[in-house]
């Protein structure tokens, strides 16, 4: 799969994901209270892969400008929607990869990335446009699932019989510690992983890593 089919993939998808609830509120609102905990009032932060748009509307309020993206341009659609109703000056969303973010030459204090790393083509290539995005000492938040470490007949069968299919989108797969060399091998330094499940096995570290 490529990106353009992931994106036509998420764009079929967006009603839906709007819809759906999230699954673990109390895990959630523990991940929106530890990124809180790193956002400064002057900061500017990017959101890269946010969906429709919830992350970014929790968060957007604690710093001076907050850019969201994701490559659906359903998924920015239905977000959009979401902020005309509920405004928030320092809030903007835009169809964009890590990668044409990069491209610009703007650089900012944080950048976001949730449920994000194991569905983009290439996660090395995306964490050196996260580099590139990022201020010097400038920190990168990560929760992914590492789909290395779930059951093997999902990854190995289920998984790509439904991409093959056009029922899921590319999944990269790794596992927690193949996670962290791939932050470590881009120069980062990680500060804090954690575990925000309230119940049952997370496979999705909370991750804080610094830019040198």
Known sequence: MTAASDARFWDKTARRYAASAISDMPGYERTLERTRSFLEPGHQVLELGCGTGTTALH??????????????????????????????????FRVATAEEMASKGRQFDVVLGFNYLHLVQDPKSTLRAIDRLLKPHGLFISKTPCVGEMNLLIRRFLLPAMRAVGKAPHVSVFNARQLMELIADEGFTVLAKENHASKGRDFRP????SKP
């Open 59 to 92: 968060l957007a309020g604690a710093v001076a400008a907050y850019t969201a993206t994701d490559i659906s341009a359903q998924m920015i659609a239905i977000a959009e929607d979401k902020l005309r109703r509920d405004p928030i000056a320092s809030l903007n």
């Open 206 to 209: 909370f991750v804080v890593a």
